[in-house]
């Protein structure tokens, strides 16, 4: 099957523009979710999607992120505007259902000048 | 609160030998799912093996295992016959079953000597 399929790859940006990342699950998997991953550290959970539906949005700053899974397949996550401390790696993931084994993508980099 | 913790930020292993990585969690819950991800520097978290709680019996995947110590909330990968494709960042993981939140320990940076 394939895999989460995520664009772009790399982003590099200036503080306070905005930025926007796209996922695509695995096809089937209804649970979606998007993690922050600073250098040096492990993946931390930023939004998740059931569906179309948010499930849990408690460590989304949702000052400035911002995400949607409209259609209940793909989803993207925005930023705007952009801080030196969202620099970091974002990875998409999908699981069939919550607490099933979560598929990942290959996430995006994104640096902030 | 669920938290994991991996004490060893960098291991390394020749190439062949064994080499085993250490993961604590805490947690008050009964039914949980515990994870070992494995991060190459193409970035992509790839699972290597999986654990149910309710499992007395360790996972095993190949040439990796777990030893599961569930009173000790200890959840350790053993790396049998390393290879150099095996050198990563390797994530311990944890998640409450149907909780939303899977948490990541800080991860060890594995290394393969030839």
């Known amino acids: 099957e394939a895999g989460v399929a995520q664009s772009p790859r790399y982003k590099i940006i200036e503080k306070r523009q905005s930025v926007a990342f796209w996922c695509n699950p695995i096809?089937?998997?209804?649970?979606l979710y998007w993690y922050q991953q600073i250098l040096g550290q492990g993946p931390k959970l930023l939004i998740q999607?059931?569906?179309?539906?948010?499930?849990?949005d408690s460590q989304l700053p949702k000052d400035r992120f911002s995400a949607e899974r409209l259609k209940g397949v793909d989803s993207t996550l925005k930023i705007q505007p952009a801080k030196l401390e969202d620099s970091a790696v974002y990875l998409c993931?999908?699981?069939?259902?919550?607490?099933?084994?979560?598929?990942f993508g290959d996430g995006t980099r994104l640096s902030i000048l | 609160a669920q938290t994991v913790t991996q004490s060893q930020p960098e291991m390394s292993v020749q190439e062949a030998e064994t080499v085993t990585l250490s993961c604590t969690y805490d947690?008050?819950?009964?039914?949980?799912?515990l994870f070992w991800y494995k991060q190459p520097p193409s970035r992509q978290m790839i699972l290597v093996i999986r654990?149910?709680?309710?499992?007395?019996q360790n996972a095993t995947e190949n040439r990796f295992s777990v030893n599961f110590q569930k009173a000790a909330k200890s959840f350790s990968l053993k790396i049998s016959d390393s290879q150099l494709g095996d050198t990563a960042m390797y994530f311990c993981?944890?998640?409450?079953?149907?909780?939303?939140?899977?948490?990541f320990g800080a991860g060890t940076r594995l290394t393969v000597k030839p």
């Open positions: 993931a999908s699981s069939r259902n919550p607490g099933q084994p979560q598929h």
């Open positions: 096809s089937g998997h209804a649970t």
């Open positions: 999607f059931q569906n179309n539906g948010v499930v849990d």
């Open positions: 947690t008050s819950e009964n039914n949980y799912y």
């Open positions: 654990q149910e709680a309710y499992k007395q």
């Open positions: 993981a944890f998640i409450v079953y149907n909780n939303n939140d899977m948490r």
